[in-house]
Antibody
Framework: EVHLVESGGGLAQPGGSLRLSCAAS????????MNWVRQTPGKGLEWASY????????YYADSVKGRFTISRDNAKNSLYLEMNSLRDEDTGVYYC?????????????WGQGTPVIVSA | DIQMTQFPSSLSASVGDRVTITCRAS??????LNWYQQKPGKAPNLLIY???SLQSGVPSRFSGSGSGTDFTLTISSLQPEDFATYYC?????????FGHGTKVEI
């Protein structure tokens, strides 16, 4: 069974940093592209970042570009999101999501989410 | 970015009702449209991908249709466990944008 478990969320001050992790199990992690999706009070569900299966390609939403860095360690079956220069509007729940190997590349498995609160 | 507009934003329905939710893209996305269901405190769950393909394990009362810019999600006979918020998402282009959701309430 596919399992994705996020961790690392919490309270951070504006301008601060957090590192989110997503531990994957139950599938061949190194074969799948992965994404971070966040759910914020202001924008609802918002795709944040993508990384290909072997880390050769990454994409970012404009709202996080230059501040967030996605990475993965296939040997550890883990996905990461390094979040710097945090802003109030980054507050929300952050999900890791697997990109399905099928037409349209939907997100077929999600973690339970980890909350991030940016506040002074 | 491709904008996704869902309507209605909320609806009231009863068990057994046929429910239809609409999603419109700001430009053609061919059939690269996905539907998710989200219950309070839970992650979204994939229902439909490629506009009309039913995800494994999803009940057949859920169906999707459309192509280009206009899409619909239909629940043929609403069940108690279907009261939730539904989101469309385009996967034609990055960023893979979501609609703002339709809350289905009693």
């Amino acid at each position: 069974e596919v399992h994705l478990v996020e961790s690392g969320g919490g309270l951070a001050q504006p301008g601060g940093s957090l590192r989110l992790s997503c531990a994957a199990s139950g599938f061949s992690f190194s074969s799948y592209a992965m994404n971070w999706v966040r759910q914020t009070p202001g924008k609802g569900l918002e795709w944040a970042s993508y990384i290909s299966s072997r880390s050769s390609t990454t994409y970012y939403a404009d709202s996080v570009k230059g501040r967030f860095t996605i990475s993965r360690d296939n040997a550890k079956n883990s996905l990461y999101l390094e979040m710097n220069s945090l802003r109030d509007e980054d507050t929300g729940v952050y999900y890791c999501a697997r990109e399905a190997y099928t037409s349209g590349w939907p997100f077929d498995h999600w973690g339970q989410g980890t909350p991030v609160i940016v506040s002074a | 970015d491709i904008q996704m507009t869902q309507f209605p934003s909320s609806l009231s329905a009863s068990v057994g009702d046929r429910v239809t939710i609409t999603c419109r893209a700001s430009q053609s996305i061919r059939s690269y449209l996905n539907w998710y269901q989200q219950k309070p405190g839970k992650a979204p769950n994939l229902l439909i991908y490629d506009a009309s393909s039913l995800q494994s394990g999803v009940p057949s009362r859920f169906s999707g249709s459309g192509s280009g810019t206009d899409f619909t999600l239909t629940i043929s006979s609403l069940q108690p466990e279907d009261f939730a918020t539904y989101y469309c998402q385009q996967s034609y282009d990055t960023p893979k944008t979501f609609g703002h959701g339709t809350k289905v309430e009693i």
